[in-house]
């Protein structure tokens, strides 16, 4: 496991943007006083607030695409979600739709990693399944492209 001073600015965007949606789902808090307290945070100076800004707000203001693009791809209604595995999973979902930059396997890695990190025990086997699927319908050319995708 990498030291938290090891952790690029982008993965901590993707922590403080969990935070955030967290906050959301469970309070259904408005976009603007979940950035301006998350932003107050304790390391926040750390993190790429502009990759930060995308998620957290991207999520919020799209949440009803997500959930249509995750529902069909889920083994319970979306409702039975915990908080932490739909925030992990919306942010997973809006990096294959909005961040072609960020690599198909690195959208897969870093959501499990946040899983891992925030959700309960199998809560990462299943985020990583769910993106899994969702990597072909979304990302479809890079994933054939990919020489080390699984037949």
């Known amino acids: 496991m990498a030291k938290s001073s090891d952790k690029s600015a982008r993965t901590r965007a993707r922590e403080f943007a969990l935070?955030?949606?967290?906050?959301?789902?469970?309070?259904?808090?408005?976009?603007?006083?979940?950035?301006?307290?998350?932003?107050?945070?304790?390391?926040?100076h750390k993190a790429d607030s502009a990759h930060y800004d995308a998620l957290l707000h991207g999520c919020i203001a799209q949440a009803q695409q997500l959930d249509e693009q995750l529902a069909p791809l889920l083994d319970r209604p979306l409702a039975e979600l915990s908080p932490v595995e739909h925030?992990?999973?919306?942010?997973?979902?809006?990096?294959?739709?909005?961040?072609?930059?960020?690599?198909?396997?690195?959208?897969?890695?870093?959501?499990?990693?946040?899983?891992?990190?925030?959700g309960g025990t199998d809560g990462h086997k299943f985020v990583n399944g769910v993106l899994n699927r969702l990597a072909p319908l979304v990302r479809g050319e890079e994933v054939l492209r990919d020489p080390a995708r699984r037949p």
């Open 19 to 44: 935070q955030g949606l967290y906050q959301h789902l469970v309070g259904r808090g408005e976009a603007a006083e979940i950035d301006a307290f998350t932003r107050g945070l304790n390391g926040f």
């Open 87 to 118: 925030a992990v999973l919306w942010i997973g979902t809006y990096e294959f739709l909005h961040c072609p930059d960020v690599p198909w396997r690195v959208v897969i890695n870093e959501s499990v990693e946040l899983a891992k990190a925030f």
